[in-house]
Nanobody, 119 residues
């Protein structure tokens, strides 16, 4: 069975940096794309960054220039480097993967990791 595990969240001061990781484990799958979402209390979940199988990336306007998404194919892991963090970046960050399992596209989600940015 496929599982996604996020790590790297924590409490940082404004202007600081964090690097989130998301490892996909399992067998008999291929990764079509991987994404990072975030959700603050009382807010809708928003897409933060995406990366395709050929390393094409996209970012939300609010994080563009500050966050960088990357992947390590050998480790089936996606990263989100977050620099110059702001209090408004505080949220639970979720990793999501679009996988092909037994010839079918399926969406998988991690449990989330908390990022808190203090002023």
């Amino acid at each position: 069975q496929v599982q996604l595990a996020e790590s790297g969240g924590g409490l940082v001061q404004a202007g600081g940096s964090l690097r989130l990781s998301c490892a996909v484990s399992g067998t008999a799958f291929s990764i079509n794309g991987m994404d990072w979402y975030r959700q603050a209390p009382g807010k809708q979940r928003e897409l933060v960054a995406t990366i395709t199988s050929d390393d094409m990336t996209n970012y939300s306007d609010s994080v563009k220039g500050r966050f960088t998404i990357s992947r390590d194919n050998a480790k089936n892991t996606v990263y989100l480097q977050m620099n110059n963090l702001k209090p408004e970046d505080t949220a639970v960050y979720y990793c999501s993967a679009d996988l092909v399992v037994r010839g079918l596209f399926r969406r998988y989600w991690g449990q989330g990791t908390q990022v808190t940015v203090s002023s």
